[in-house]
């Protein structure tokens, strides 16, 4: 495997280096944050390739964490714990994590499950890649080539402008849009209408992807300025 990065997050400096001495002798480039709050803002601002996430931390714990990672990222997460307890936690609190391990466990074996992960996130995404251009955000999911939305596993109908506002929206998330800005992109210029005809498609996209169309979790109206996607 080579040129993978890898992020652990543990406070105990032993066993983080210890995890990082036999990963590093795998061919594993290894990040070591010994905080929860640190550990989360690298997770967020650097890409990993995998994240070797303990539980009980300083600042941020390990399942705050993952939920937070996971909002916006798809990185295989295995999760460290020396408590039993927490085991039907990850499982049951839906999570996201990839998998777990517990504590004591030896070297090789976490080197096992990190090489399988990255094998089956490899897999996983190289075949995403060569199917249509699909786009993923929380429950949303796009299929641009064939035009098809759905939202919690279920498909929606759109119609056209839509369909393309809102591609166009999750395209470019956390970026607002002013009205004008939004009918330029999706109508023509020369298009009968005005920026109102904006106002209204968002309303109907929401109304098919929101849960609560007042309080809209992926299109936000930013008052007095336009929209964006929130991720
Ligand atoms: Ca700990």
Redesign the pocket.
């Known amino acids: 495997m080579d040129d993978k990065k890898l992020l652990i997050v543990?406070?105990?400096v032993s066993i983080a280096e210890l995890e990082k001495d036999y990963l590093e002798l795998s061919g594993f480039t290894v990040d070591i944050e010994n905080d929860g709050t640190e550990g989360l803002n690298r997770a967020l601002s650097e890409d990993y390739d995998l994240i070797i996430l303990?539980?009980?931390?300083p600042g941020t714990d390990g399942f705050e964490i993952c939920r937070r990672v996971r909002e916006v990222k798809n990185t295989p997460i295995l999760m460290v714990t020396?408590k039993k307890e927490d085991i039907d936690k990850i499982r049951g609190l839906g999570l996201g994590a990839d998998d777990y391990i517990t504590k004591p466990f030896s070297p090789s074996e976490l080197v096992a499950r990190v090489k399988a992960h990255l094998s089956r996130y490899e897999r996983l995404t190289g075949a995403e890649k060569n199917a249509n251009d699909i786009i993923e955000i929380r429950g949303i999911k796009i299929d641009k080539t064939a035009r098809r939305v759905w939202v919690n596993g279920v498909e929606k109908a759109f119609t056209t402008k839509e369909f393309d506002l809102l591609t166009f929206l999750a395209e470019h998330p956390n970026r607002v849009f002013t009205k004008e800005e939004l009918f330029r992109e999706i109508w023509d210029m020369d298009s009968i209408g005005d920026i109102a005809t904006v106002t209204v498609h968002i309303k109907k996209i929401r109304e098919k992807i929101e849960y609560n169309t007042a309080k809209p979790q992926y299109i936000e109206t930013i008052w007095g300025v336009g929209y964006r996607f929130k991720i």
């Open positions: 543990e406070d105990e303990d539980i009980m931390l020396a």
